[in-house]
């Protein structure tokens, strides 16, 4: 009898949704591999162990550089694909001043401020770094931001405010030209060539079981302020006058503009904090990962959209949880498959979970 | 009773000659875009009356309300408020003048706390006004229960009196209600009516469109019928309830 019923009822199970049972069945077939690698020793738990903290950093620059999309898009209800390279121009800029504070006196002040365009100098032959030179770092980080949020004003102001009344996909098109323009003009500047920004920061190994997690001064930099802004974002749209106005746009504008809400200065606001984030999250990208690229951005922009989409779109919650899971997966898919394909297994995941979830695991919450 | 000229329409019930005159609506033409709704309307209010627009769809009731408070497209005519000019005037500036308005349609913040919905209502205020809150919770004491609750996940009636509630925040002199019973169910359209009567005996001045057209008049101080964009009818409540041509036009006989 109780099997039966047992039975009867997996058996309704599988027909309800068998979405779900497939769901199960892969995990359970990922879940055993692992277990099976750790229990021949094939993988390590230390190896899980990295790359869970290597998934979590990334998932700290994603979810950072997500708020800013998030934002805009859930005020201005546009998808801003030049998002990825105000990131690029914010790091770019912040770097140039890491490098002239730096390197002042060790070389020359244009190949500094051009971040060693052409091999001409080296970061780590300037010996950078959170602990070695941490004025440097600090001044490149303001700076980042500031640049970031000056872009994104002026862009706003000259290019989108223009179009905002027009359709979604005129502003959709203008923003992807921005983009193009914004990476050429960088490339044009700083040369197309990766470069590597930092000297190697020391780091401390944690025990875990069978190996070592190498944990560096880097690696808490950014944990420290990515969550730091994250909380910071959170107290300022649930405290105060502000941060309330821009939800309460987000949720709905021609309400926000009966109130008295002066929804441009909230439109401008958001533009000043979204992309003050955006310049941050793309230094300590760079600081993080120890090379500079005119790309990076534009890269790094697929899995941010991954993540808010993934996270809810419009739900800056969501992009910090969004880009974590981004992140994790992205990280730890090396463990079942090959490196290669670790981005696309974020977009998988991605689209599993908006198959369970269609609107995203924050939907209908906008920014708050 | 008909009327043809605008002069009529408000001498009806001895309008002209009181001198407390809230807002003075005259030959306003107004619209959206290029497309005109409007055609010379007229319309009253004085201190601390209740004055009720009714009509068939589409005769431009929604529309006088909107374009009191800066909504729409002017055309000609003006708009007066307490000896002040407001015609043409934007509503982020129209609600310094003491005009709050309840729209008909998404009247709420939805992922805002029913708190936070309030606050908005003050956002032209420095601070936060705690005894204009504390006033709409007695008036609205659900509100006060639910106040950490988001007010989208809240019924159609809690959400209708919140709206009049962020709207009550800065104790407008005038109340403008687009449709505050569409949608309700019967029982809570009586309770909505008499909330307006409250509000009303303490003192704000309210127009208000209504879809419920006869119980809206019979509370009514005075009332406009309107059609076509077009001023038709204007006097009391009461004496629009009873006249036999408003009856069979306007109110299904």
Redesign the interface.
Known sequence: MGIAETYSRGREFAIERPFALVLGVIAAVLLGDLLLGLATGQTQFADIGTLVWDGLMRGLVIGLAGIGLSMTYSILNFANFAHGDYITAGAFSGWATTYLIAGLGRADIGALLLVGAGGSVYGGTIGIGMLSTPLAVVAGIVVAGAFAIALSLGVDRFIFKPVRNEDGITLLITSIGVAFALRYLMQFVFGSDVRGTTAQPPSIGLYLIDGTVFIDAHDITLLVIASGLMIGVHLLLQRT?LG??M??M???Q?????????TERVVRSTWIIGGGLTGIAGYMFILWKGTLGFNDGWLLLLLIFAAVILGGIGSIYGAITGGLVIGLTASMAVLWIPSAFARAAAFVVMIVILLVKPSGLFS????? | MSVDANTDATSGAGVEDRNDVLLRVRNLDAGYGDLQILTDVDMDVFDGEYVTIVGPNGAGKSTTMKSV?G?TAHMGGSVQFQDEDITGRR??EI??VGIG?V?QN???????TVE?NL???A??LDEVPQDAIRAVYDRFPILEERKHQ?AGTMSGGQQQMLAMG?ALMLDPDLLLLDEPSAGLAPDLVDEMFDKIDEINEAGTAILMVEQNAKEALRRCDRGYVLANGQNRYMDRGSALLEDEQVRQDFLGG
């Open positions: 006058k309330k106005a939800r309460a987000a949720d709905n021609d309400l926000a503009l009966i109130t008295g809400i002066p209908g919450r906008s920014t708050a | 408070f909504l509503p982020e609600i310094h308005y729209p998404d009247n709420v913040f939805p992922t805002l936070e606050e908005m209502g956002y032209i988001k962020r």
